[in-house]
């Protein structure tokens, strides 16, 4: 199986910062990745997927680069909307696995 | 707009069974691959299965595998998640979503399974 390891999980950071989650594959996974927010007590909502394409009606202040085994998901601009749980997901092969997830805290 | 709706959820004992359902539109249903994905209770996310766009190809998490199975009706445009020998770590929320390479994903709102006596 491949393992998605998430750095850092947990990062406090202000209001209008820029902050980079990193998400790193046991393998490659060529751009078969896909970011996810979390707030409490709703669904996943997607915000990247192959890697580096932002899904409709996303904030172009998130972007996502990498390919292969090393990922990062770039917030700027923060806003308190943004602290969230983030995951990251691959899907180049069978088992779908995800990191354990970045939480996003306002400082 | 796409569209995903889970229901079934619900309270079973251990070992009981219980079906979920995930009601698709807005999209064509039959050329998308799709999965069932949870969430325990103040856990992290995890994929528990996957099937083709065509239902020919089934996917398993190593810890439903044997206990769970993924299916479709592309004329009802519904997947299912077909859940036996439920136990306590089943309970969790278990959400449908999109699952293609090479297009966005889109998730449902998620649906409660609670396996306790």
């Known amino acids: 199986d491949i393992q998605m390891t998430q750095s850092p999980s947990s990062l406090s950071a202000f209001v209008g910062d820029r902050v980079t989650l990193t998400c790193r594959a046991s393998?490659?996974?060529?751009?078969?990745l896909a970011w996810f927010q979390q707030r409490p007590g709703k669904a996943p909502k997607s915000l990247i997927y192959d890697a580096s394409s932002l899904q409709s009606g996303v904030p172009s202040k998130f972007s996502g680069s990498g390919s292969g085994t090393d990922f990062t998901l770039t917030i700027s601009s923060l806003q308190p909307e943004d602290f969230a749980t983030y995951y990251c997901q691959q899907y180049n092969s069978y088992p779908i696995t995800f990191g354990q997830g970045t939480r996003l805290e306002i400082k | 707009e796409v569209q995903l709706l889970e229901s079934g959820g619900g309270l079973v004992q251990p070992g009981g069974s219980l079906r979920l359902s995930c009601a698709a539109s807005g999209f064509s249903f039959s050329t998308y691959a799709m999965s069932w994905v949870r969430q325990a209770p103040g856990k992290g996310l995890e994929w528990v299965s996957s099937?083709?766009?065509?239902?020919?190809?089934?996917y398993y998490a190593g810890s439903v595998k044997g206990r769970f199975t993924t299916s479709r009706d592309n004329s009802k445009n519904t997947l299912y998640l077909q859940m036996n020998s439920l136990r306590a770590e089943d309970t969790a929320v278990y959400y449908c979503?999109?699952?293609?390479?090479?297009?966005?994903?889109?998730w449902g709102q998620g649906t409660l399974v609670t396996v306790s006596s």
């Open positions: 393998q490659g996974i060529s751009n078969y």
């Open positions: 099937i083709s766009g065509n239902g020919v190809s089934t």
């Open positions: 979503a999109t699952q293609t390479r090479s297009a966005p994903p889109n």
